[in-house]
């Protein structure tokens, strides 16, 4: 029932550009805070950026400055656009939404992911 759906990988050269979405059903997608998280062959997960349910975002260090995550409520999508792409940024890029209600229930989803491949 809910869903994560990701898209927009893809193969470039070092310096250009992907957008990466992110279409989710089944959930009040306004009410989650939302992220994008990469994952390296043989290497952890690692979180990307993130943007709360009012438009706060987050990054790591080594995309600020390139990369630039947004929502559209309206749409239930969230978007990931990266920009001089280096052969470092290759992974697996997974979408993911999250909301801890009132009783402190955590409710946590993963899209099964994109991957986006940087050539040097």
């Known amino acids: 029932q809910v869903q994560l759906v990701e898209s927009g990988g893809g193969l470039v050269q070092s310096g250009g550009s992907l957008r990466l979405s992110c279409a989710a059903s089944g959930i009040i997608f306004r009410l989650y805070f939302m992220g994008w998280y990469r994952q390296a062959p043989g290497k952890q997960r690692e979180l990307v950026a993130t943007?709360?349910?009012?438009?706060?975002?987050n990054y790591a260090d080594f995309v600020k400055g390139r990369f630039t995550i947004s929502r559209d409520n309206a749409k239930n999508t969230v978007l990931l656009q990266m920009n001089s792409l280096k052969p470092e940024d290759t992974a697996d890029y997974y979408c993911?939404?999250?909301?801890?209600?009132?009783?402190?229930?955590?409710?946590?989803?993963w899209g099964q992911g994109t991957q986006v491949g940087v050539s040097s």
């Open positions: 993911n939404a999250v909301r801890t209600n009132a009783l402190g229930y955590q409710n946590n989803y």
């Open positions: 943007i709360t349910s009012g438009g706060i975002t």
